[in-house]
């Protein structure tokens, strides 16, 4: 079992930056994995980005390279730098975390922190 606690949403102006923290707690081999999802009014959640402990890193291209994932293992905490903000970058983002790059989306999720970019 697994507890991730987001932090850091909130309201920024577009071409603005935040930081988005998720620390995660409980079982060590199930935190392998952590990554961040977002999911905006009316469409469906999608990958951000995921880290493994190896910083291996998924990028699917969704924020064309202005969001960097990072993770810190001694404090089994995740961070997502967003930069250069857009107003469709508004959306509720989720930390999650997963047992192997195979199995993303099929662990923990986070309670989500709102992100709301104005022009």
């Known amino acids: 079992q697994v507890e991730l606690v987001e932090s850091g949403g909130g309201l920024v102006q577009a071409g603005g930056s935040l930081r988005l923290s998720c620390a995660a707690s409980?079982?060590?081999?199930?935190?392998?994995?952590l990554a961040w999802y977002r999911q905006a009014p009316g469409k469906q959640r999608e990958l951000v980005a995921a880290?493994?402990?190896?910083?291996?890193?998924i990028d699917p291209g969704a924020v064309q390279g202005r969001f960097v994932i990072s993770r810190d293992n001694a404090k089994n905490t995740v961070f997502l730098q967003m930069n250069s903000l857009k107003p469709e970058d508004t959306a509720v983002y989720y930390c999650?975390?997963?047992?192997?790059?195979?199995?993303?989306?099929?662990?923990?999720w986070g309670q989500g922190t709102q992100v709301t970019v104005f022009s």
């Open positions: 999650a975390s997963s047992l192997s790059l195979a199995t993303l989306g099929q662990g923990t």
């Open positions: 409980g079982n060590f081999a199930e935190m392998n994995v």
């Open positions: 880290i493994s402990r190896s910083n291996t890193i």
